[in-house]
């Protein structure tokens, strides 16, 4: 047993860098639209999944944003 560590709940942990992790997302989204752009594919479904997961990252990002400045999201 570690005797000396303190006795934390699960939820007190907190996950990561929350601002590295937004960083993060729109870095990726602008690399995605970048590939869709440098592609070499003839037909245009890879990019139509490339701008799609590119804008559900910044909804995500934006959401994240809209609900941290109205308080329902620590």
Known sequence: MAGDEPVTAPDQ???GH????RIG???SAVALVLM???G???GRVE???L??????LLAI???DAVLRRNGLRS
């Open 13 to 15: 942990h907190k996950p």
């Open 51 to 56: 701008f799609g997961i590119a804008a559900l």
């Open 25 to 27: 997302a729109v870095v």
């Open 47 to 49: 990019d139509i999944w």
């Open 40 to 42: 070499t594919e003839e």
């Open 18 to 21: 929350r601002k590295s992790g």
């Open 36 to 38: 869709a752009f440098c």
């Open 61 to 63: 990002v934006i959401g």
